[in-house]
């Protein structure tokens, strides 16, 4: 074997070792599945977060929290809908039912102008230390009922490697509104903070990563 192939294929097997050895892909509680379609939406209506019995009222704020780390991914119009008008619009809770009412799809295409609608569920919250969150969403194309992308999770703020991607979050958010002074050990104690890391996790899973669609949980 020529020395240049052999001197090339040891290169190869350094950089290959560094890599191996450098920081990995931070854990993520969450299970998904998604695809090329989910990114086609141009007008995404977001209906309030549904609440699994027993969840208080605090965390009616996954609503705007997943409302606002969507509409940062940049590929969609995001139109966050009112209480009172998604009442009329949908109501029932179609996640509880695992139902969606191909009427409801029909009147926020009408109202709204919506090619597809977010659909959130909050099934577990712990608002004091440790913080806990338990929330499903799917986005759903109002033409054909199709599911585009679905995502489950469930972040634990006890947890080390939960800490470990809080603080790389907010490293990656520094100088942004949701980067905080105080560092990183502030949204293991505010629910807000809290609620905007985990739909910030959330929903980067929509885009179609290059490799692979579908993407399995890190945490069993």
């Known amino acids: 074997m020529p020395r240049q192939i052999v001197f090339a294929l040891i290169v190869f097997a350094l950089v290959l070792a560094g890599c191996q050895r450098g920081e990995t892909e931070p854990p993520r509680p969450v299970s998904w599945t998604t695809s090329p379609r989910a990114e ?4 995404v209506a977001v209906l309030p977060v549904a609440l699994a019995a027993g969840i208080g009222r ?3 704020a996954a609503t705007e929290a997943i409302a606002g780390a969507l509409r940062e991914l940049g590929k969609h119009e995001v139109v966050l ?3 009172d008008t998604a009442l009329e ?5 179609p996640l509880k039912d695992n139902r969606i009412d191909a009427e409801m799809l029909l009147r926020l295409r009408q109202r709204l102008r919506a090619d597809a609608v977010l659909l959130v569920r909050v099934e577990q919250f712990q608002s004091y230390d440790p913080i806990i969150l338990g929330m499903t969403a799917h986005l759903v194309a109002c033409g054909d009922g199709s599911v585009l992308w679905s995502c489950t999770a469930h972040f ?14 907010n490293e990656r958010n520094a100088g942004s509104a949701s980067a905080s002074v105080s560092g990183w050990r502030l949204v293991l104690s505010s629910p807000a903070l809290f609620l905007r890391y985990a ?6 899973t929509i885009p179609v990563a290059p490799d692979r669609s579908v993407k399995m949980p890190f945490i069993h």
């Open 81 to 83: 809908v009112d209480r």
């Open 156 to 169: 634990d703020g006890a947890r080390a490697e939960i800490q470990r991607d809080i603080e790389a979050w």
């Open 199 to 204: 739909s910030d996790r959330m929903v980067t």
């Open 89 to 93: 619009i949908a109501p029932a809770d």
């Open 58 to 60: 605090s965390a009616q």
């Open 40 to 43: 086609a939406p141009g007008r």
